[in-house]
C-alpha cells in the first residue's frame, strides 16, 4: 500500500500543476456585447444557424421580430414522413422572415401536444399540453429577454394549433403581457407584444 501511495503522490501533484498552469493561461473574459464580429454575417434568418455575435448584430439592426414556428412528428400516411410539419415549416419560415423583413426564426418546435401514453401510430411522439405550453412560455420569455419585440407563434399542424389554444384565447404568457391578434391571412397566427 505504502509503495502505491508513494507512485501515485506525484501524479496527483503533476496533475494539480498541470490544472493550475492552464487556468493561468486562459484570457481574460471579454464583453460579448461589444465585441467586434470577425467574420462577416450569412445571409440567414435562423437563429440556431448564426453565431450569438450574428445574432446580436441582427437585433441592433432592427430584426426584432421572432417566429416560433411548432410542427410535429405524427403518422401522415403511407408515403409521407412523420415529420412533414417540420419540413414544412424550415421551408416556409425562411420565406416568412425574408418577406417580413425584421424577423429570425427560432428553433422549431418539433413535437407536438397530446397524451404521450397515447401515441397512436409507430413514429408519433406527444408532449403533455402543460408541457408544449412551458416550452412555448419559456422560448418566448427567452427571446424576449435577449430584445425581440413581437413574438409570433405559428402552427402548422392541428395538433399543436389546438395546443396554443391558451395563448390565443387571451391567457398571458408570464412576462410577456396579454397576446393580442393581428390581421394575418391565417388564423392561427399569433402576436406577443
Known amino acids: ?16 500543476l498541470v490544472v493550475i498552469q492552464v487556468g493561468a493561461q486562459e484570457s481574460p473574459a471579454k464583453d460579448m456585447m461589444t ?26 439592426d432592427g430584426k426584432t421580430t421572432a417566429l ?22 424550415a421551408v416556409m419560415g425562411d420565406a416568412i422572415a425574408r418577406r417580413l423583413g425584421n424577423a429570425l426564426v427560432a428553433p422549431i418546435v ?16 406527444r408532449l403533455s399540453q402543460e408541457t408544449f405550453q412551458a416550452v412555448l412560455r419559456d422560448m ?21 394549433q389546438r395546443g396554443m389554444a391558451g395563448p390565443s384565447q387571451g391567457k398571458a404568457i408570464q412576462g410577456l403581457g396579454r397576446p393580442r391578434h393581428r390581421h394575418c391571412p391565417h388564423p392561427r397566427v399569433l402576436q406577443l407584444r
Open 1 to 16: 500500500m505504502k509503495t502505491f501511495f508513494r507512485a501515485s503522490v506525484p501524479v496527483m501533484l503533476s496533475y494539480v
Open 35 to 60: 465585441f467586434p464580429r470577425p467574420i462577416e454575417a450569412l445571409d440567414n434568418v435562423w437563429i440556431e444557424e448564426l453565431t450569438m455575435l450574428e445574432v446580436r448584430d441582427a437585433l441592433k
Open 68 to 89: 416560433i414556428l411548432t410542427g410535429g412528428i405524427e403518422e401522415n400516411g403511407p408515403y409521407l414522413t412523420t415529420g412533414k410539419h417540420n419540413h414544412v415549416l
Open 110 to 125: 418539433t413535437i407536438e401536444p397530446g397524451n404521450p401514453e397515447r401515441a397512436g401510430t409507430p413514429g408519433g411522439i
Open 140 to 160: 418566448a420569455t427567452s427571446l424576449k429577454a435577449q430584445g425581440f419585440k413581437d413574438i409570433f407563434l405559428i402552427g402548422d399542424s392541428g395538433g399543436n
